[in-house]
């Protein structure tokens, strides 16, 4: 289980987006900050879930 998630970047339509990738195996979720967040809300959480899934922020 990876206890850091991993920095990473999507180039889609021109613009790029970063994202945290976790891994994990099984089904993938896909979590989502507010507006005034960003991924990183989700670092103590993430590292759990992707005992069982794949974990993209």
Do not use: C, T
Request: charged share 20%; aromatic share 10%; glycine share 8%.
């Amino acid at each position: 289980m990876p206890e850091e998630g991993v920095d990473k970047f999507a180039a889609v339509n021109g613009m790029q987006f970063h994202y945290v990738d976790w891994s994990g195996e099984g089904r993938p979720i896909v979590l989502l900050h507010g507006l005034a967040s960003n991924s990183r809300i989700w670092d103590m959480v993430a590292p759990i879930l992707s005992q069982k899934y794949r974990i993209v922020a």
